[in-house]
């Protein structure tokens, strides 16, 4: 059973108020972190090893020591709570069940980075989710946790929470900060970055809502301990929110030490796959990354089990293996048509191009009119080259990484499933009424 660090209390009733969270042991790390300096707190972080749980896995201690200092600038930090990646839903789980587990890591990096106005950028269609998480707050606010001269230390901080429009594109990280500017939520162009130019043009930290909340048990039980739960650079737990064909969709807890097959198969987790079909495929980060057929899902190209963790999934690059992105976990039995599927992805990174460069915003939506015309049977196998030329001239073509995201789901799905493709091609009238899932298994 993989250890509980986030997910511990999350049973306990009424966990979500601060009487309860603070009786079972909140904000204890942050009445530790305050007796603490920020540098200290900053090596705690590092030490942890933790990487960013949005998806890029970038390591958080090395992104909070970019943070520019100049004298007499205020600094921010911005959580991430614009999630809005097909598939993934941990986010919305922890601000939802535990939104005083957000505060508190809040308050102890806010501390850190000397940010005395924090932010939580939330995705509008959560939209029941921020009066939890104002209510939190004003508990926090009652309690001395958060306001004026914290704790007697002086150090004074408010969290404001921002409503979303219901922009994917908001949910990468310069777009969000010109949202939280009132403008159109238009990705810049980095350099410069955000930890030097970000919010208002002041140096800002933007971190995911589960990184932030992890901060909390590493102050706690110290980074070093925190660095021995998990396997290589996949340190502390992450948390998976499964979808798609299985018995038991949900999030869930892993510390990155179990396997594929045993996320997907055993009652702990997923359950299995849903009515005792067979596992197809799995996209295991969010629809952004690749998707994965089965046998390179459950084994590696060498044979060995593949493993729930960042090194593990991106094993042999995107020829074979994935990345851990997002957390967000979609599994596909025999019955699902890939090349539909691609095609309803492919639409969805369509709508939310911003349209500020050309190959993303032309691109997406060249590939969504292909692959329409594939899964109609009207497509040619010239189409599937137009295709593949097609994401090869987005990605890193673009400004930011929708471009990309749009483009590797396409690339992978021909790269491991083109016999789906021309099976459609070939079989245009009963591409009307079956798919290949449906016709071969
Ligand atoms: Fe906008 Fe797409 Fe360019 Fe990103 S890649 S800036 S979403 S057009």
């Given at each position: 059973?993989?250890?509980?660090?986030?997910?511990?209390?999350?049973?306990?009733?009424?966990?979500r108020?601060?009487?309860?969270?603070?009786?079972?042991?909140?904000?204890?790390?942050?009445?530790?972190?305050?007796?603490?300096?920020?540098?200290?707190?900053?090596?705690?972080?590092?030490?942890?090893?933790?990487?960013?749980?949005?998806?890029?896995?970038?390591?958080?201690?090395?992104?909070?020591?970019?943070?520019?200092?100049?004298?007499?600038?205020?600094?921010h930090l911005v959580v991430n709570a614009d999630e809005?990646?097909?598939?993934?839903?941990?986010d919305r789980?922890l601000m939802e069940?535990?939104p005083h587990l957000l505060i508190?890591g809040m308050l102890?990096?806010s501390?850190?980075?000397?940010s005395?106005v924090s932010y939580i950028y939330i995705r509008g269609e959560y939209s029941w989710i921020p009066d939890i998480l104002e209510e939190a707050i004003e508990e926090a606010k009652?309690?001395?946790?958060l306001?004026?001269?914290?704790?007697?230390?002086?150090?004074?901080c408010e969290i404001y929470v921002q409503r979303g429009g219901?922009?994917?594109?908001c949910?990468?990280?310069?777009?969000l900060?010109?949202s939280l500017?009132g403008?159109?939520?238009?990705?810049?162009?980095?350099?410069?970055?955000?930890?030097?130019?970000?919010l208002?043009?002041?140096?800002?930290?933007v971190n995911?809502v589960?990184?932030i909340a992890?901060?909390?048990?590493?102050?706690?039980?110290?980074?070093?301990?925190?660095?021995?739960?998990?396997?290589?650079?996949?340190?502390?737990?992450?948390?998976?929110?499964?979808?798609?064909?299985?018995?038991?969709?949900?999030?869930?807890?892993?510390?990155?030490?179990?396997?594929?097959?045993?996320?997907?198969?055993?009652?702990?987790?997923?359950?299995?796959?849903?009515?005792?079909?067979?596992?197809?495929?799995?996209?295991?980060?969010?629809?952004?990354?690749?998707?994965?057929?089965?046998?390179?899902?459950?084994?590696?190209?060498?044979?060995?089990?593949?493993?729930?963790?960042?090194?593990?999934?991106?094993?042999?690059?995107?020829?074979?293996?994935?990345?851990?992105?997002?957390?967000?976990?979609?599994?596909?039995?025999?019955?699902?048509?890939?090349?539909?599927?691609?095609?309803?992805?492919?639409?969805?990174?369509?709508?939310?191009?911003?349209?500020?460069?050309?190959?993303?915003?032309?691109?997406?939506?060249?590939?969504?009119?292909?692959?329409?015309?594939?899964?109609?049977?009207?497509?040619?196998?010239?189409?599937?080259?137009?295709?593949?030329?097609?994401?090869?001239?987005?990605?890193?073509?673009?400004?930011?990484?929708?471009?990309?995201?749009?483009?590797?789901?396409?690339?992978?799905?021909?790269?491991?499933?083109?016999?789906?493709?021309?099976?459609?091609?070939?079989?245009?009238?009963?591409?009307?009424?079956?798919?290949?899932?449906?016709?071969?298994?």
């Open positions: 059973m993989s250890k509980k660090l986030l997910l511990k209390n999350a049973h306990i009733e009424g966990i108020y601060f009487e309860t969270y603070r009786k079972n042991g909140g904000y204890e790390a942050a009445e530790k972190a305050l007796k603490m300096t920020p540098d200290e707190i900053l090596e705690e972080v590092k030490a942890s090893g933790l990487r960013g749980r949005g998806g890029a896995g970038f390591p958080t201690g090395m992104k909070w020591s970019f943070l520019a200092k100049p004298e007499g600038v205020p600094r809005s990646e097909p598939g993934t839903f941990k789980y069940f535990l508190e102890i990096s501390y850190c980075l000397g005395n009652a309690a001395g946790f306001g004026k001269n914290i704790l007697g230390t002086g150090f004074d219901g922009a994917y594109i949910g990468e990280e310069t777009a900060l010109e500017e403008k159109r939520g238009n990705p810049r162009l980095k350099p410069p970055f955000p930890a030097v130019k970000g208002w043009e002041r140096p800002t930290v995911n589960e990184s992890a901060v909390v048990p590493i102050i706690d039980i110290t980074g070093a301990e925190y660095a021995k739960i998990g396997v290589g650079r996949s340190t502390g737990t992450k948390l998976i929110s499964a979808c798609g064909n299985i018995n038991k969709p949900g999030v869930y807890e892993i510390d990155m030490t179990i396997t594929v097959e045993e996320f997907i198969y055993s009652e702990e987790y997923c359950g299995g796959i849903k009515d005792g079909k067979r596992l197809k495929a799995c996209i295991p980060g969010g629809s952004s990354v690749p998707i994965v057929p089965a046998n390179l899902l459950l084994k590696t190209v060498n044979g060995e089990p593949r493993y729930m963790n960042y090194e593990s999934l991106a094993d042999g690059g995107f020829a074979t293996g994935t990345m851990m992105g997002s957390g967000g976990f979609i599994v596909l039995d025999e019955d699902q048509c890939i090349v539909e599927h691609t095609m309803t992805l492919a639409r969805f990174y369509n709508h939310e191009s911003c349209g500020q460069c050309t190959p993303c915003r032309e691109g997406t939506g060249w590939m969504y009119k292909i692959l329409k015309k594939i899964e109609k049977g009207e497509g040619k196998m010239e189409d599937i080259d137009l295709l593949w030329d097609i994401q090869r001239k987005i990605e890193g073509n673009t400004i930011c990484p929708l471009g990309d995201a749009a483009a590797w789901p396409v690339a992978a799905a021909i790269r491991h499933f083109r016999d789906e493709f021309e099976w459609h091609v070939k079989n245009p009238e009963l591409s009307q009424t079956q798919n290949y899932g449906l016709a071969h298994y």
